[in-house]
Structures are given as C-alpha cells and as structure tokens.
C-alpha cells in the first residue's frame, strides 16, 4: 500500500510534465495538496516538487503571504534568508540576493508569470510600481544565485518569480480597504469570471501615503511621499485538450520618493504598460511554449528621463528522452530601445537586439540521484543614431559595437535518505550593461560646475562564478524542516558609478568596471510547528565580502549578519503574527556630487538595527475579515547612508519610522 501512495503522485508529477507545455499552466493548487509542498517550474524550467530542486530556493505560499501582513514585496521577502532589503523611504526599496545591494539594484531579475517587470534601461526593480495585487499572488518564488542560463543575464544574483492565481483553476474575489499611519489610503479590489473553458481575472488598486518625518534629510518634505495606480487584466482559455492560450495586460502609474545611483533622492514619475501573450501545446514531440510580449515603460525626473520599450519573443521545446532525461531547447529574442533626455533629447535613440539559445538537460541518474545542466549563449548588437550631446564619447561607431556571452548552471541532487538531501552546483552568471550605462547622454544643471551623465560604450560584462553546498533535512518530530547552504562567488568587472572632473571644470557622471569582488556566505534555518498550534521560524544568514579594488564599496557597506524570527498562531476567530528582524551594521561612502578639482567622500556608520512586523487579525464572519498590520514597529532607523552636497542638497536616504494600518477585507 506505501508503494502504491507513492507512485501515485509521481505519476501525477510525470502527467504535469507531459501534458503541460509551460511552467505557468501548472495547476500549483493541485499540485501542491498532492505533494504537501509547493511545485515550482523556476529551478530548471520544467515542472517539479520544490524539494527536489538542484539549488536553493525559498517558496512564499499564498497564506504565509496574506498571514505576514506585508505592504509590498519587499517586506515579504526580508522573511527569506540570503535576500537584503534596503528601504529608503516608505514606498522605496532595493532587493538583492547574497549581497551587493544598491540603489537602483540591478543584478535581479524578478518575472510576474514569465514576463520580467524589471525597468530595462537600467535593469533595476521599482517595486513601488508592480502592476498586481497581493491578493492575487499564489506564491513566491526566490531562486538564489546565478541563473543566467535560464532566464538570462538579468538574473546575475538570482530571481523572483511572482506566480499569481488561475482565472481558469482559481475564483479570487475580494474587495479591500486599508487606512493608517503617514495618512496611508489604499483600496484593492480582485474579481475573477469563469466561462467553461474560458475565464478573467481583474485586479485595481490605488495608494496614497505620505512620507516619514524627515528629520534627517534636509529641505525634502513628506508629503505625498507614494501615489500608485494600477490595473491587471489576466485572460485564461483552453483551446483544445492539448492546448491553451494566457492573454495578459497591465498598467501602473507611479509617483513615489525614490534613491537613484549617485545616492541621489529624487521623484520618480513612471508610467508603464504591458500585454503579455503565452500559447501552449502538447504535441508528440514534445511540450511547447510561445512567450510574447512588450513593455512601455516611460520614467521622468526634475533631472532626467527616458521613454523605455522592450519586446521579447521566446520559442521552447521541453521533452523526454527515454524514461530519464528531460531536455529542454529554447530560443530568444530580445529588441530594446532606450528615447528621451537621458540619451540627449530629440530623435536619438540607442537600442539593441539580443538572440539567445539556451538548453537545459535533467538527468534522473537513479531514484536518489539526479543532475540537471543549462546553458545560454547570448549576442547583443547594440547601436546609436546619432551623436551625443554630452561626454567625451563622441565617435558614434563607438556605440555599435557587439557583445558575446556565455552562462551555465550545473546542479546534483542527492536524497541521502527519506528525510536527507544534499546539493551541490556551480555556475556562471551574467550582468551585460545596461542601456543606460552603455549609452545615455545629458547634461545636468543646478550643481555647482558644468555637469553631465554618460554611458560608457567601452564597459565590459560584469560576470560571477557561484559555487554552492546545501543540505537540507526533514524534521517531523517538530513537524518542520532545516535547511543550509554554504556558497562562494566571485564577480568579475563590476559595475559601479563613477565620477570624473575634467577641464572647464566639468563633472562627468558615468559608469565603469571598477575591479573584482568575491563574497563567502552561510544561510541556516529552521522552522516548525510547536504542538499543533504555534507556528515558527528562524533563519540566519551571513556574508563576508572582500574587493580588490579601493573603487569599490561592498566589502564595508554590506551587512555581515542578518537573522530572522517568524512565528504566529491561531486563537478562534482571531490569527496573530509577526516577523522580527536584526541586522547588522556597516559603513556606507559617497562621493560629492559637484565637487571641482577632486572627488572628496563622505562616508557614515549605518547602525545594527532591528525591524518587528506584525499583524492580528479577525474572522468577522465568513466573508469579512479585519486586521490590524504593523511595519518596522520598534526601532526608528536608517538603512542608507545621509549626506549633503556641496550644493546643501541631500543625497542618501531617509530614516523609517512606523507605520500601522487598519486593513477591511470582504471575499465574495
């Protein structure tokens, strides 16, 4: 009878596969009350128990995600260890996985079902301005370290990959209002209709917040601090038995206090849409999978600007060889333009076009055993129309120029035991420069000097190798799970800002490879259930960072220790939780902006600091539900450095206080 238990689900595991031609057509609902875990396509790009993944991932499910009462993205995933968030003001933060955080952060790629929501002229997220609803969210996927070869080079530290629910499989609808502190008003609401083989989810919201006291920066006000609206319209069919079509469109308007490169605050209006088309086919030679889509993104500032538009088109084929091997084979293109004053104004634009080939290979060596492999070879073709109007580049065939790379990833999967696994991995990922790092062109005013921002045509691809030991064991005595990983990677090129004062005297605002980095690190947790009632968690990660370059930051800048503990329960009607947070302390340096004949730096002791969120509760009846959230509840702190410039501007970020919100819920 424990045979027949077993085979069971894989069987269902194997049909998942076999008759699904892409990762988002999984019916993770199903999936995961077969499995008793969450089943993620993220790992290798094919459909599997998250607990067999060959590297090390975290899954947010849908409950942890409403349980945690978390305002935004980011909150939720300072739960997960080996990821830094970094806020600097109320709507503004920048994520990393493993280290070398930023402003404007760049080296992760976050996806919402296959299309990435990263703003691609810099490469950075604005969280803040995420077109869905976290009502909508089943989970979250928190892939670690390079997966480059997989997703592209984008994902240079790791990937998010947002999975929201199924107008086909899912009947979402709920209707939220939330007040509180900093004059915080938002109203959400999620409505899906189901059609037979058709169906429509559609998500609309709007938030307004003022900022925190600022007391710590100078002539900045709070007003208006964060304003978001938003809307996602999620199309579903079955066209045939073997097949499907997702039809996808969004749009969110932005305008939120942001921290850019430079350590410069400024307000940052963006206006972004996309449409989304992803068909799928079960065929006799395999899984088939159509990725289509195009994003607007248009960003302004008191000082810069630019008109973004990208459109991906992506071809794969995932099949089996024998009863062992799966074999995916992938194709694709990517055509990326960059408009408006920050490449000089006008007409001018500079774009690129980008093909990549990717396979990956999955080896079921036996029953214990498995190897899975991916590659990616990516050529960019990058270009500019016209001359720049400023900086030292102006030989415009300087800007065509073609870069070639190479990624893979190489994982084992070993289970030890029935409650034993162990992993080891290498692999190599990729942060090709950016539109704007390449090929922007402005000038500046109201600093002191003459000033301008340029790209920088002669950059190099920043590259890191990974390597990664984890093992993970499952503990029923305490209904729970522990889980580590020790890991190693060294970034080659890195990419930073750069500030040059030439002649005139003119400062010139641009980017270079600034050296090498490497970073060792440990992540520990555990969690469990404490006699059936008491849900908990801990998780422990630290980072040791040594650059070999005086020009670069991290090695001080960067947080050593980051601990992290969860817990909640449930009493009647009501539900308690909270998730508390300790880091570590560090020492942060910035450049004056403006300065005339040399670069003088500033540098600040960022305190350890502690940050409690939590949430209680109510069932009101079976419809309506009250809660109460809170953020950051104990410890008035700043997470980025402060300074002044030679201007009396500011530059850094603001310090964080409290903020508490009264949440009204109604499901229908």
């Known amino acids: ?51 067999e993944a060959p590297v090390t991932m975290d899954i947010i499910g849908h409950d942890e995600i409403r349980r945690s009462g978390a305002k935004d993205l980011p909150q939720l995933l300072m739960r997960v260890a080996g990821v830094q968030v970094q806020r600097a003001f109320n709507g503004r ?27 691609d002229a810099f490469g950075q997220v604005n969280w803040e301005n995420l ?90 006000g709070s007003d208006n601090s964060l304003s978001n609206r938003r809307a996602n319209v999620d199309y579903e069919t079955q066209l045939t038995d073997s097949s499907n079509l997702r039809l996808q469109g969004s749009y969110a308007n932005t305008e939120a206090d942001s921290l850019i490169g430079y350590l410069s ?58 009863a062992d091997h799966s074999v995916r084979l992938a194709a694709e293109y990517r055509y990326n333009s960059l408009k408006g004053q920050i490449v ?12 990549a080939p990717s396979a990956m290979w999955d080896w079921r060596i036996s029953d214990n055993l498995s190897w899975t492999n991916s590659a990616r070879y990516d050529m960019v073709n990058f270009g500019r129309d016209e001359v720049p109007t400023f900086g030292p580049n102006s030989d415009i065939d300087a800007y065509d120029r073609t870069i070639e790379e190479f990624s893979f990833n190489s994982g084992l999967s070993y289970k030890l035991s029935g409650a034993d696994t162990l992993r080891a991995s290498v692999s190599r990922g990729l942060h090709i420069p950016s539109l704007i790092e390449l090929g922007s062109s402005q000038s500046i005013s109201g600093l002191a000097i003459a000033a301008g921002f340029h790209g920088n045509p002669s950059l ?75 849900r908990w968690g801990v998780n422990y990660t630290y980072l040791n960072t040594e650059d070999d370059s005086a020009d670069l930051y991290y090695e001080d800048a960067q947080a050593n220790h980051q601990v992290s503990l969860l817990g909640g329960f449930d009493h009647g009607k009501w539900e308690f939780d ?24 500033a540098s600040e002791d960022i305190d350890s600091y502690f940050v409690l969120n939590a949430r209680a509760g109510y069932a009101y009846n079976d419809n309506i539900d009250l809660a109460i959230e809170g953020y950051n509840l104990v410890d008035k702190h700043r997470e980025w450095m402060h300074a002044a410039t030679v201007t009396g501007s500011s530059a850094g970020g603001n310090s964080l206080g409290r903020t508490v919100l009264a949440t009204l819920s109604y499901k229908y």
Request: proline fraction near 3%; charged fraction near 20%.
């Open 265 to 322: 605050p400024v307000k940052t209006r963006q206006d972004t849409s996309s449409i989304h088309a992803n068909y799928n086919l079960a065929s006799d030679i395999g899984l088939w999978g159509v990725n289509v889509y195009r994003i607007s993104d248009n960003l302004t500032t008191s000082t810069i600007g630019y008109e973004n538009d990208l459109t991906v088109a992506k071809v794969e084929n995932l099949f089996k060889v024998g």
């Open 578 to 601: 909270a998730d508390l947070h300790y880091i570590s302390g560090s020492e942060q340096e910035y450049v004056y902006l403006g300065s005339v004949s040399t670069n003088p730096t």
């Open 131 to 220: 077109p869905i609803s976290m009502n909508e969210i089943r989970q979250v996927e928190v892939v670690k370290g390079p997966n480059s070869s997989l997703f592209g080079f984008n994902a240079e530290s790791g990937v998010v990959n947002i999975i929201t629910f199924s107008a086909l499989k899912d009947d979402v609808d709920v209707a939220e209002v939330k007040v509180g502190t900093q004059h915080h008003k938002e109203i959400d609401a999620v409505h899906t209709a189901q059609f037979d083989k058709h169906a429509v989810r559609v998500s609309v919201g709007e938030v307004a917040s003022d900022g925190y006291n600022r007391d710590s920066m100078i002539g900045v």
């Open 1 to 51: 009878m424990t045979k027949t238990k077993l085979l069971i689900p894989s069987l269902l595991l194997g049909t998942a596969i076999s008759g699904l031609a892409n990762a988002q057509t999984i019916d993770y609902g199903t999936m995961e009350s077969i499995f008793g875990e969450p089943v993620t396509a993220s790992a290798t790009g094919k459909p599997q128990r998250a607990s």
């Open 344 to 355: 000089g104004g006008g007409d001018s634009k500079f774009d690129y076009d980008l093909y």
């Open 460 to 534: 190099e691809t920043e590259r890191i190798m990974a390597y990664e030991l984890g093992w993970d064991r499952k503990l029923p005595e305490i209904d729970g799970n522990f889980r580590s990983a020790i890991f190693m990677q060294k970034a080659e090129n890195v990419l930073g800002d750069t500030i040059n004062v030439v002649a005139g005297p003119e400062a010139q605002y641009t980017f270079d490879n600034k050296g090498d980095s490497q970073t060792w690190g440990v992540e520990l947790g555990l969690d469990g259930v404490y006699d059936q009632w008491l």
């Open 93 to 119: 933060a920048d994520v990393s996985i493993r280290g070398y955080n930023k402003p404007y952060a760049n080296r992760l790629l976050v996806l919402i079902n296959g299309r990435q929501v990263l703003s």
